[in-house]
Nanobody, 114 residues
Framework: QVQLVESGGGLVQAGGSLRLSCVVSGSIFSIKNMGWYRQTPEKQREVVAT???????NYADSVRGRFTISRDNAKSTLYLQMNSLKPEDTAVYYC????????WGQGTQVTVSS
């Protein structure tokens, strides 16, 4: 059974940076296309960034140029470097395999103050 453990969230001022991590266990990480997602009480969960097995990345328009997704297959870990954070980036962030029906982790809270 796949387990996803996100970490690295916190409270930061607008313009600051955070680096999120997601450790994946119980499955072969290197053969998974992965993504970071975020959710607020007011919005449905949305995709923030994705990375394929080959390392190809894609970003939501709202974060392109500010966020960078990366992966370390040796550590079975997915990362999200978030720079120039804005209050509208406030959300719970989750990692997940793209198009998978597996369960979700607990997420990590990111709060950006203005």
């Amino acid at each position: 059974q796949v387990q996803l453990v996100e970490s690295g969230g916190g409270l930061v001022q607008a313009g600051g940076s955070l680096r999120l991590s997601c450790v994946v266990s119980g499955s072969i990480f290197s053969i998974k296309n992965m993504g970071w997602y975020r959710q607020t009480p007011e919005k449905q969960r949305e995709v923030v960034a994705t990375i394929t097995i080959s390392g190809r990345t894609n970003y939501a328009d709202s974060v392109r140029g500010r966020f960078t997704i990366s992966r370390d297959n040796a550590k079975s870990t997915l990362y999200l470097q978030m720079n120039s954070l804005k209050p509208e980036d406030t959300a719970v962030y989750y990692c997940h395999e793209i198009s998978s029906r597996a369960g979700w982790g607990q997420g990590t809270q990111v709060t950006v103050s203005s």
